[in-house]
């Protein structure tokens, strides 16, 4: 039988209610025969009952259990100085059932003027008042520090979660995105390749034998690309981005000229945006008609003047 629920935050509440065991000192010092030692046994279960329950029910039902706590606090006023346990519970366990400290305050006052009401219609001494609402309100504000304090850090809890979520995501999508510029130019090559080596297969078998060992060390340098790109060590760089656009163009029967490689100077990150564009403008292009190539020369002569 579990007193908490499964990994709940209120390991704490375990060690609390030995504090308990001063409901007993009355009937142990004042040799309490048989009938009131069976009401402080019932008063005891009744208790752990409405303690414990605390941790499994809703909110609106965790206040009815503080409610009977304070109850059996005035029902055992009169007859146990230990009774003054009921309403330190009460005030002790209020903060952790409401979701503001405005709410803790107001159930806090509600136990106090509880307390001293029982302490003033039954004429108890100065002991009573004392523990029954002196104690209940330290324990009971400082509670309310702790149970604020247990709430934040909730809140930090599921935001970390929740960034860890989207970190998560984000990766998945950079993942995505790699694998796209890694696949989609390389595919439109291999298309390319072999719908070229499908037309020369009967007039040149020769070329069209070259054409397929291209697509199949296309196809290989893919499987490479795909695995450092998983490792995150994938960088090309613009010459390599140029390179791949003009064998595409070059497979494609257009005569290409292109310097750019060795011969432009700019910062790491100018060349990972232009090879960027060039790799997504070769992509476009290379998926058209051949009669629509004419506009990739366009688009490089445009790469190369940025």
Known sequence: MRLLPKNSEYVWALYSVLYFAF?????IAGHFGPRQWFFTILGTVVFLFLYFGIFWVSRRQALMHIAAMVLLGVAYARYNGGSTTFFIFAAACAPFIVTTELD?????????????????????????????CGLSFVVGASNIHFAQRNRTNQKLIR???????????????RIARDLHDVLGHTLSVIILKSELAGKLIERDPARAGKEICEVEQISRKALSDVRDAIRGYRSHGLAAELAQAKSTLETAGLAVQCDAASTLKMPRAGKRSVA?????CDQCRTAR???QL???IGAAEWIMSA
Not at 104 to 123: C, F, M, N, R
Not at 276 to 280: E, G, H, I, P, T
Request: charged residues 20%; aromatic residues 12%; glycine residues 4%.
């Open 23 to 27: 409901f007993f000192i009355d009937p």
């Open 104 to 132: 803790a305050v107001k159930i806090l006052l509600a136990v106090e003027a509880a307390a001293g009401l029982t302490w003033w219609a039954l004429h108890l001494n100065g002991w009573f008042l004392l523990f029954a």
């Open 159 to 173: 935001a970390q979660e929740e960034i860890e979520h989207l970190a998560t995501v984000a990766e998945r999508e």
């Open 276 to 280: 960027c564009r060039a790799r997504s």
């Open 289 to 291: 008609p051949r009669s």
């Open 294 to 296: 004419s506009n990739a």
